[in-house]
């Protein structure tokens, strides 16, 4: 009994910082949204993906966030299963949506730095609606054969997972029978949506390093790389913490305790929609 209650202690003081980053989350995304929709000097491109990434992060944590409060402040700790495989679609889905966002940034910063006099005439309202499309179908398609993969198998062992949310990997290791498709799925899915959007953000950044070292003067080189410390700053918190994730799932993953799992993800989730609005409104001086 005492242990149990020591539990429940530690639950709510956990809760009450991750209650505040969700509410953080909450008004700063809202208000990136709202201030971007209403206000016309920041319907340019830049915006555009600013306010595309604060609404995948908003559906990202709203997904996951007031079920791990729930489990803290009332120790609801059941989920239907299939209210556990919809989690996990929606989780992974905008997780990816939110991946090919920071590319599209990437790919954004690029043109408006190596093409600034052709910015306005690549960069369409239609080119970025398409953009846009395109990521959300790539995010949401390639998730769709998780929930089908994961239902098909048998669970004859326990069926309690040490994290707070539905988990692709977590819910699979469950399983008492062989999970090698759901794993060589899972390496497909990381090369077609991370891999290749890091690679695409490299480049690009690449390409604008090169571009800004050729400026002839310092104040210009400056601002140029003034205006992609934000996006770096994102790229850092969302990519560090889901590669973690992912590759100590799959490769040693017993070496490391599960608490730290748990922690690592839970941030993954949460970093993201918390900071971002905060390093955005802070580094943009138009914002």
Same mark, same amino acid.
């Given at each position: 009994?005492?242990l149990f209650n020591s539990l429940c202690l530690v639950h709510v003081?956990?809760?009450?910082?991750?209650?505040?980053?969700?509410?953080?989350?909450?008004?700063?995304?809202?208000?990136?949204?709202?201030?971007?929709?209403?206000?016309?000097? *920041?319907? @340019?491109?830049?915006?555009?993906?600013?306010?595309?990434?604060? *609404?995948?992060?908003?559906?990202?944590?709203?997904?996951?966030?007031?079920?791990?409060?729930?489990?803290?402040?009332?120790?609801?700790?059941?989920?239907?299963?299939?209210?556990?495989?919809?989690?996990?679609?929606?989780? @992974?889905?905008?997780?990816?949506?939110?991946?090919?966002?920071?590319?599209?940034?990437?790919?954004?910063?690029?043109?408006?730095?190596?093409?600034?006099?052709?910015?306005?005439?690549?960069?369409?309202?239609?080119?970025?609606?398409?953009?846009?499309?395109?990521?959300? *179908?790539?995010?949401?398609?390639?998730?769709?054969?998780?929930?089908?993969?994961?239902?098909?198998?048998?669970?004859?062992?326990?069926?309690?997972?040490?994290?707070?949310?539905?988990? @692709?990997?977590?819910?699979?290791?469950?399983?008492?029978?062989?999970?090698?498709?759901?794993?060589?799925?899972?390496?497909?899915?990381?090369?077609?949506?991370?891999?290749?959007?890091?690679?695409?953000?490299?480049?690009?950044?690449?390409?604008i390093v090169k571009a800004v070292i050729s400026f002839s003067s310092?104040?210009?080189?400056?601002?140029?790389?003034?205006?992609?410390?934000? @996006?770096?700053?994102?790229?850092?918190?969302?990519?560090?913490?889901?590669?973690?994730?992912?590759?100590?799932?799959?490769?040693?993953?017993?070496?490391?305790?599960?608490?730290?799992?748990?922690?690592?993800?839970?941030?993954?989730?949460? *970093?993201?929609?918390?900071?971002?609005?905060?390093?955005?409104?802070v580094k943009t001086k138009q914002i």
């Amino acid at each position: 009994m005492p242990l149990f209650n020591s539990l429940c202690l530690v639950h709510v003081w956990i809760s009450f910082p991750v209650c505040t980053m969700y509410i953080i989350s909450l008004v700063g995304n809202l208000g990136l949204v709202y201030l971007i929709y209403y206000e016309e000097s *920041l319907h @340019h491109p830049m915006y555009f993906f600013l306010a595309m990434i604060s *609404l995948t992060d908003l559906l990202t944590c709203t997904t996951t966030l007031p079920n791990a409060l729930c489990i803290f402040w009332f120790s609801l700790k059941e989920i239907n299963f299939n209210a556990c495989l919809a989690q996990m679609f929606f989780v @992974h889905g905008f997780t990816g949506v939110e991946s090919g966002v920071l590319m599209l940034m990437a790919l954004d910063r690029y043109i408006a730095i190596c093409y600034p006099l052709r910015y306005a005439t690549i960069l369409t309202n239609l080119i970025i609606a398409k953009a846009g499309l395109a990521t959300f *179908l790539r995010g949401v398609l390639l998730m769709i054969p998780f929930p089908f993969l994961v239902k098909h198998l048998p669970f004859c062992q326990s069926n309690i997972i040490s994290h707070t949310h539905c988990d @692709h990997m977590s819910v699979v290791k469950l399983s008492c029978a062989s999970i090698k498709v759901n794993v060589i799925y899972g390496l497909m899915v990381a090369l077609l949506i991370g891999v290749f959007d890091i690679c695409c953000i490299s480049l690009s950044y690449t390409m604008i390093v090169k571009a800004v070292i050729s400026f002839s003067s310092s104040d210009a080189r400056q601002k140029a790389f003034s205006t992609c410390t934000a @996006h770096i700053s994102a790229i850092i918190i969302t990519y560090v913490p889901a590669f973690f994730t992912f590759f100590t799932h799959r490769f040693g993953g017993h070496k490391i305790p599960p608490s730290l799992h748990v922690i690592v993800a839970n941030l993954y989730l949460l *970093l993201p929609p918390t900071v971002n609005p905060i390093v955005y409104g802070v580094k943009t001086k138009q914002i």
